[in-house]
C-alpha cells in the first residue's frame, strides 16, 4: 500500500508539533512539504532531517509559501493538506479548504487526541479565544500563586521557532542572558523575559515531547507544568486544568474563530479579561457566548490596570504608541497596553507612524493596512529589528509609550523620550484564581 502524500500548511508552530506528535514514524504517510504564513522570511529553509528522521527524511522536509499551495498539490498528486495554525476565522479557514479541495486533496484538522502529549506532572494550561486576550498575565499570576505554595513551577511555551531549528529543538531560559544565548527575536522576548525576571525557568523550542520531558527533570526542580499558550491555539499537553482567557473588546471573536472556540468549549476555567476598558455590551456578548457553548466551566471576572514609569512622558505630549507586533497584526487588536496609557495620562495626540516606515514596516502595513496608528514592535529578524529602531527614530513625535512586554531599550536604540506601560491581571469578586488553584492543588495532592 502506498503512503498518503501529505501537505502541513502552517507558520512555524502547531505545524511542526502536528508532524511531530502525529507523522513522525508514522509509516502510512510521507509528509512532503510544509508551507508558511504569517511569518516573514520562514519559506525556503527546511525541517532538518534530525528532527524529521533520518530514515524516512533524509534531506528534511522543504518548508515553501503558502501561496504556491495549489501548485504544490497538483505538481506532487498530494492527497491530503492538514491546517496547522491559529488565530483565523472561520471563514478564512473554510476558505482555504475550498481551495485545497478544488486542487483535488482532502482537507483534515488534528485535534487534542492526536496531538497532546501526556506529562509525567500535574498540567496547568493557558490559553485564549484570541491572540492578546491576556494569557501571559494570567499565567504570571496563576505561576505567583503556585510559587507563593512553595512550588517549583516550570513553564512551556509555544513554540516561536524562527532560526536553526535543529539548534532550537529544546530552549532552557532561566535567565535574561538566556536570551541572548538563543538569540531570540523580540515576539520570543515578550514571552519569555516576563517570566525568568521573576525567577521561574520557562521551556520552548521545536520538539516537545523532548521539551516536556526535560522540564520535568529541570535542575531546579519541577512539581507543576504550566502551558503558557500561544495566540489562540490549544495547548500540546493533556491539561488537568485548562484556563482559557476571553476578550470583550472582540466580542463574538470567540465563537468564531480557529482554533479559539476549542479553548472556550474545553476550559475548566475563563477569565473574561480587560474588564476596565471594554464596555458593557461586549462583556455581555462574551458572557451569552460562554452560557451558550460551556455553562458548566467557572467564570473569573479580570482587568489589566496599567501603570506606567514616567507619566510626565506623556502627559499633553505628542506621543508614539508602540504595541505587542502579532496581537495587532493577526491579532486584530485596535487597542492596547499603549493606547490606554495614553488617553489615562492625557496624551495631547497619537501620532500617525506610517508615514515614517522603512523596510520591512512597510511591508507589515501593506499586509495589515488596518493597524491604523498603532506601532507593531515587529522583530522577527535583525532586519525587522533596525527598521522598528530606524521608524520610531524618524518619526515625528515627543515621545514614545512602550506598550511591549518587554523593555525595547535593551534591544534597540530608541533617541526620544519614552516609558514603559505594565499590567498584571487583576481580578474582580469571586471565584478568584486562587479559589480554582486550591481546588487544584487539592485533587493533585500538592
Known amino acids: 500500500m502506498s503512503k498518503k502524500k501529505v501537505v502541513i500548511i502552517g507558520a512555524a ?8 506528535t502525529y507523522f513522525r514514524g508514522n ?45 504544490i498539490i497538483k505538481e506532487n498528486e498530494i492527497d491530503e ?50 491572540t492578546g486576550c491576556g494569557k501571559s498575565q494570567t499565567s504570571r499570576k496563576v505561576i505567583e500563586y503556585l510559587m507563593a505554595h512553595g512550588l517549583k513551577v516550570v513553564a512551556i511555551r509555544h513554540p516561536m521557532p524562527y532560526g536553526d531549528l535543529a539548534a532550537q529543538k529544546v530552549q532552557r531560559f532561566a535567565k535574561v542572558s538566556d536570551l541572548e544565548k538563543h538569540d531570540c ?51 500540546f499537553y493533556k491539561p488537568d486544568l485548562t484556563i482559557t482567557v476571553v476578550d470583550p473588546h472582540r466580542p463574538g471573536d470567540e465563537l468564531t474563530y480557529y482554533p479559539g472556540e476549542i479553548n472556550l468549549r474545553l476550559a475548566d476555567t475563563i477569565v473574561i479579561n480587560k474588564m ?37 512622558i506623556i502627559k499633553n505630549k505628542r506621543v508614539l504608541v508602540v504595541e505587542d507586533g502579532p496581537t495587532l497584526t493577526h491579532g486584530g487588536m485596535k487597542i492596547g497596553a499603549g493606547t490606554v496609557a495614553a488617553h489615562k495620562y492625557g496624551a495631547s495626540k497619537c501620532v500617525d507612524p506610517r508615514p515614517y516606515t522603512v523596510g520591512k514596516l512597510t511591508e507589515t502595513f501593506k499586509i495589515y493596512p488596518k493597524i491604523g496608528e498603532l506601532l507593531p514592535a515587529m522583530g522577527y529578524g535583525e532586519e525587522q529589528r533596525k527598521d522598528l529602531e530606524r521608524t520610531i527614530n524618524a518619526t515625528d513625535c515627543d515621545s514614545v509609550i512602550i506598550g511591549t512586554p518587554i523593555d525595547l531599550n535593551r534591544i534597540i536604540n530608541i533617541k526620544k523620550p519614552n516609558t514603559r506601560v505594565y499590567y498584571d491581571l487583576q481580578e474582580i469578586g469571586e471565584p478568584t484564581l486562587k479559589n480554582v488553584l486550591e481546588d487544584f492543588l487539592t485533587k493533585q495532592n500538592l
Open 13 to 20: 508552530g502547531r505545524d511542526f508539533h502536528n508532524f511531530n
Open 27 to 71: 509509516s502510512e504517510y510521507n509528509v512532503v512539504a510544509f508551507t508558511a504564513a504569517q511569518i516573514p522570511d520562514i519559506d525556503g529553509r527546511k525541517y532538518p532531517a534530525s528532527l524529521a528522521g533520518e530514515d524516512n527524511y533524509p534531506e528534511g522536509i522543504p518548508i515553501l509559501p503558502e501561496e504556491k499551495l495549489v501548485e
Open 81 to 130: 493538506c492538514v491546517f496547522s495554525y491559529s488565530d483565523v476565522n472561520y471563514e478564512y479557514v473554510m476558505r482555504l479548504g475550498a481551495i485545497v479541495n478544488t486542487a483535488g486533496a482532502n482537507f483534515r484538522l488534528l485535534g487534542p487526541r492526536d496531538t497532546m502529549i501526556k506529562s509525567t506532572k500535574p498540567v496547568i494550561s493557558v490559553v485564549a479565544t484570541r
Open 185 to 235: 527575536t523580540i515576539e520570543e522576548m515578550e514571552e519569555y523575559e516576563p517570566h525568568v525576571v521573576r525567577g521561574n525557568v520557562i521551556y520552548a523550542g521545536v520538539d516537545y515531547e523532548a521539551i516536556v520531558r526535560a522540564a520535568e527533570k529541570d535542575p531546579d526542580g519541577c512539581d507543576v507544568i504550566l502551558w503558557d499558550g500561544g495566540n489562540n491555539d490549544f495547548s
Open 276 to 312: 476596565e476598558s471594554a464596555s458593557p455590551e461586549g462583556i455581555q456578548t462574551v458572557r451569552e457566548s460562554i452560557q451558550k457553548v460551556n455553562p458548566k466551566a467557572v467564570v473569573i471576572d479580570g482587568a489589566s490596570p496599567i501603570k506606567v514609569d514616567d507619566p510626565s
